[in-house]
């Protein structure tokens, strides 16, 4: 199993919107024209929130323009910039998808939805981690990846910090209990950042826009960075291989 995840495309009903000197819409046009043609076996591209900077029904619009061309499924997660309500209109075609989890193989990919109304901040919904335990309970003989927008662990910048998934310590305490987490990754930070919990590897996903400098006290372009995805390897036997890809 071989997937894509982009995040943050903060797009807006405006194609020339441009921020931090970068467009947006371009941006993000470079990302997903690259995957579609070097990444001819990809069996999934997961979108990990923030994909409207303004909610508007015009954003979604335009990312299934940019994503016509990618032939599989699509997965579609909410960002603290999203409309729930968008997505799921933009779910309602065939290859777009806005599940709570999907089944490949011996594996199990969990999407949570982070967003806390009113807030920039992320929160786990009681229902969903209801749902990821007992399948936990339940698939002792599978494996999971856990997909999020917001991050579950500190990062070292005290602006980030505080818009972490607030009640996050549910799910680290379902990570050190259960060896079958084998992957966590989410966005929102706009760079990238690796730890190790149990058996599971926790990672970010740099935005298809503007990036932010790691471990910086106010949130602080990194005109270094340029945009990237992440290209994540699936084994049938527990393993998952994960790396960062940037536009030159």
């Not at 777009?96 to 999407?111: A, R, T």
């Not at 981690?129 to 494996?143: G, P, Q």
């Amino acid at each position: 199993m071989k997937i894509i995840q982009i995040t943050d495309l903060h797009l807006r009903c405006d194609k020339d919107y441009s921020v931090f000197d970068i467009n947006t819409f371009q941006s993000a046009r470079i990302i997903i024209d690259h995957i579609s043609q070097v990444h001819k076996d990809l069996n999934a591209l997961v979108i990990s929130g923030d994909i409207s900077d303004d909610e508007t029904s015009e954003s979604y619009s335009n990312l299934l323009e940019l994503t016509d061309q990618i032939d599989t499924k699509i997965y579609l997660m909410p960002g603290n910039h999203d409309s729930i309500k968008e997505i799921k209109k933009c779910a309602s075609i065939s290859k777009v998808k806005s599940e709570l989890y999907f089944v490949d193989d011996n594996w199990i990919y969990f999407m949570f939805n982070t967003k806390k109304d009113n807030s920039p901040n992320g929160f786990l919904k009681q229902d969903e981690i209801d749902i990821f335990t007992d399948m936990l309970r339940k698939n002792e003989d599978k494996y999971f990846m856990i997909f999020l927008h917001h991050h579950p662990v500190e990062i070292g910048s005290p602006t980030m910090d505080k818009m972490i998934i607030e009640n996050a310590n549910i799910l680290l305490d379902l990570i050190r209990k259960n060896k079958s987490i084998r992957g966590v990754s989410w966005g929102h930070i706009h760079n990238v950042f690796e730890t190790n919990i149990n058996n599971a590897k926790l990672f970010s996903t740099p935005s298809t826009c503007y990036q932010s400098k790691p471990r910086s006290e106010t949130f602080t372009i990194d005109k270094k960075e340029k945009p990237g995805y992440r290209i994540i390897h699936f084994s049938s036997s527990g393993n998952l291989e994960t790396k960062v890809v940037r536009m030159s």
